[in-house]
């Protein structure tokens, strides 16, 4: 008969997972906002298991996904002004861009690979959103955003829509990746515009993902780069321990 384990012996670990847990609020379903940037990759037992717990709420949450379900919308008189700036560095660090110079790239599982200067992508069509960026750190505004659907994006690309991923490299070195549902869904658009004009440094110029259905940090800002993949790219906070759905 095999010796059974005295829990006793796992006292340490397991107090130090109780009050993880407690302060993410049992990495449940809902509890998106949980994540609070913690590192769950130092090689500690008690955050391979948080880290576990996270990726299968990220299966989960991509099972209950209703890629037809929109998120909310507004009026002008909702709109929060000023609308926040947030990102992991001060508004003085954020990228200066050259817009004649610009040219978003485009690569992995796509038929055209040719470069998108920031006149070719305004010739596509545009639409316009008034919608709620909700941050991790608890906080959420609501603002004006305008550009092209990502879905008529990559169909005008020749993407592989049966690709799992979409990932996105950043002129401020941030990343970030969605799944294809999410992509695809009628409301994440590749922002251009801010409030009626061109995105300002502080909102992501010359271009912004614009998720609705996905928390702040899935929207990176300044996108450089494009690749469609069936490999995981992570992302900036993802690959610190953030849930990689992220959205509902």
Known sequence: MKNRPDLRDHGPALRRLDRRMLLRGGLSVGSLTMLTGCNLQDGDVVD??????????????????NPHRLAPEYTESDITNPFPFNAFYPLDDAPEVDAGDYALEVSGLVQDRSPWPLARLRALPQVSQITRHIC???????????GVPFRHFLERIGADT??????????????????MATALHPQTILALDFAGSPLPVANGFPLKLRVPTKLGFKNPKHIAA???????????WEDQGYNWFSGS
Do not use: H
């Open 162 to 179: 049966r690709a799992r991923y979409v990932g996105f490299k950043c002129a401020d070195r941030y990343t970030s990746s969605l799944d």
């Open 226 to 236: 494009i690749t469609v993949t069936n490999d995981n790219p992570g992302g900036y």
């Open 136 to 146: 991790i750190e608890g906080w959420s505004a609501i603002g004006q955003w305008g």
């Open 48 to 65: 391979k298991v948080l880290w576990a717990m996270s990726r299968w709420n990220d299966k989960v949450q991509a099972a209950l996904f």
